[in-house]
């Protein structure tokens, strides 16, 4: 079993940064995909971020690109989302996910899931 834990959300104004992290325990997550996913009430879990974790190998959705960085601390085991140039529409809640698979594209891909952290922009 993996356990993720998410820290770091909060109340932001628009063109502010906030960053996200996730820690994890429990089994090592060497060789897995870790992701970021973000939802809002009466919408599906959307995919943010993932890194896989031996590699960095890094990938972005196209609404976060270049102003979104994921990464993570193998001495920490935590992953990190440093979120810049905050808009409103970032605003929901972030989970952080894991998956054993690189390809994972959606959230039903991913295995393990943190309990979530909220984020809000305001404009």
């Known amino acids: 079993q993996v356990q993720l834990v998410e820290s770091g959300g909060g109340l932001v104004q628009a063109g502010g940064s906030l960053r996200l992290s996730c820690a994890t325990s429990?089994?090592?997550?060497?060789?897995?995909?870790m992701g970021w996913f973000r939802q809002v009430p009466g919408k599906d879990r959307e995919f943010v971020a993932k890194?896989?974790?031996?590699?960095?190998?890094?990938a972005y959705a196209e609404a976060v690109k270049g102003r979104f960085t994921m990464s993570r601390d193998n001495a920490k085991n935590t992953v990190y989302l440093q979120m810049n140039s905050l808009k409103p529409d970032d605003t929901g809640v972030y989970y952080c996910?894991?998956?054993?698979?690189?390809?994972?594209?959606?959230?039903?891909?991913?295995?393990?899931w943190g309990q979530g952290t909220q984020v809000t922009v305001s404009s």
């Open positions: 429990g089994r090592n997550v060497n060789g897995y995909t």
């Open positions: 996910a894991a998956s054993f698979r690189w390809a994972a594209a959606t959230s039903k891909d991913y295995n393990y």
């Open positions: 890194i896989h974790w031996t590699s960095g190998t890094l």
